[in-house]
């Protein structure tokens, strides 16, 4: 962007994400915005800018690249709109002296439902059924039978914020609970599973709300596919790094799991061309926090951290 007089003495950030206008707008108002998300060459554009910027804004799936910390001698902040860390390296930041902050409990109750629609979707063929109407199938063919959401047993993977709220859901539909995490939930009353494949062997719905991390990286593979087995359902709202994403692609296609119902990718926005012919998967563009009141309290949080950040306060949500 053009500097003008009226951007004198206002601190520089980098946008590497879009976010909502009435969020920009206060960015805008208060900070020279630099738009990452606009530029095609990102060295040149880093090259231009990256002196003089002390924050960045990012998304979860976005973060920063580690490659910029050194085109940005004076970061001090980098703000993420979403709770995810794994795209940002969090050792390199603590090591800078880089704060980081998220918007955690915002975006809870949202991907919770996303979750729970998603158990909906898949099991009852909501989408599947969606696009038989509009084919003008129905009254021409038979369309086939769903499957029985209440009283199905859910095993949840990452006991969080999130992991417990999908619990709570569950219990509207009479669910047994149960959930693999680092170390059991202190007061839980749910039956907790050191092994995730033994959690899987128990589950008629398995859902990854786990966070995305080395020790995560792919844990869901073949061996907990095939015991979560040939009735089973598999719906993740965590990452997509999480999932062996090949495997889980084979396991679809012959029927080795009974299906998915998937609102992140390992790669996104690039999504397996291999599932799309699947009936038997539900395919989200990561859109578990996209409401409008979520995304604008997100928004606000990420203004907040930003505002305690220059004003020399302790930031409000820190991760690092």
């Not at 003008?4 to 976010?19: F, Q, R, S």
């Not at 158990?119 to 003008?136: E, H, N, P, W």
């Not at 047993?153 to 006991?159: D, H, S, T, V, Y």
């Not at 296609?253 to 009936?279: K, Q, S």
């Amino acid at each position: 962007m053009t500097m003008t007089n009226a951007d004198a003495g206002k601190p520089e950030i980098i946008l590497v994400e879009a976010m909502m206008p009435q969020v920009e707008s206060a960015l805008d108002a208060a900070y020279v915005v630099h738009r990452a998300f606009k530029e095609d060459d990102k060295d040149a554009f880093l090259a231009r800018v990256g002196a003089n910027v002390r924050a960045v804004v990012t998304g979860g799936g976005s973060g920063m690249k580690a490659s910029w910390f050194d085109a940005l001698p004076k970061l001090g902040l980098i703000a993420i709109n979403g709770v995810g860390t794994d795209a940002v390296d969090l050792v390199q930041a603590k090591a800078r002296g880089v704060r980081v902050t998220t918007t955690p409990g915002v975006l809870t109750d949202d991907v919770a439902d996303i979750g729970m629609g998603l158990i909906l979707s898949t099991l009852r063929k909501l989408a599947q059924g969606d696009r038989f109407v509009r084919a003008g199938q129905w009254g021409k063919r038979p369309f086939p039978l769903g499957s029985k959401v209440t009283g199905k047993k859910l095993g949840i993977f990452g006991m969080g914020q999130i992991g417990g709220a999908i619990a709570k859901r569950a219990a509207g539909f009479d669910m047994p609970v149960a959930y693999s995490n680092r170390k059991p939930v202190e007061g839980s009353s749910h039956q907790f599973f050191a092994s995730l494949t033994e959690l899987a062997a128990w589950s008629d719905i398995l859902v990854i709300a786990a966070s995305a991390s080395p020790a995560t990286r792919g844990v869901v593979n073949a061996e907990v596919m095939d015991a979560l087995g040939p009735q089973g359902v598999l719906v993740n709202v965590g990452r997509g790094a999480i999932i062996d994403e090949p495997e889980l692609m084979k396991a679809l296609a012959t029927g080795r799991i009974a299906g998915a119902g998937l609102d992140v990718f390992t790669n996104e926005p690039n999504v397996p061309a291999e599932l799309f012919p699947l009936d038997n998967v539900v395919l989200l563009p990561h859109q578990a926090s996209a409401t409008l009141e979520t995304r604008l309290a997100m928004g606000d949080l990420v203004v907040r951290n930003v505002q305690a950040f220059f004003a020399g306060e302790e930031v409000l949500t820190p991760v690092v």
